[in-house]
């Protein structure tokens, strides 16, 4: 599909300078622009859907492994820190 957009001088101006800064030609960075609005205008997941995803590809086994208190006293296992409720 072809779209032509009638620009004002200034804008023409201003989309050179930025397609010229990210080393690509004005119609290039345009379509990069445009292309970056439409993605962001599609529906995003909820965080906790990605988790929970992601948790379901996790063996048993290891989700076993995972000491109940994970989340309060992550710095003790990650860092090593003293453990606040011991």
């Known amino acids: 599909m072809t779209l032509t957009i009638d620009l ?3 804008e023409i101006e201003a989309l050179a300078a930025k397609a010229q800064a990210h080393c690509v030609s004005a119609e290039e960075y345009a379509r990069q622009v445009l292309q970056h ?3 962001a205008a599609k529906p995003r997941r909820h965080i906790s859907e990605v988790i929970r995803d992601n948790m379901r590809n996790v063996p048993p086994e290891i989700l076993a492994a995972i000491p109940k208190d994970a989340a309060s006293e992550h710095d003790h296992y990650i860092y ?6 011991p």
């Open 8 to 10: 004002p001088k200034e």
């Open 80 to 85: 090593g820190s003293p453990k606040k409720n």
């Open 37 to 39: 609005d439409l993605e």
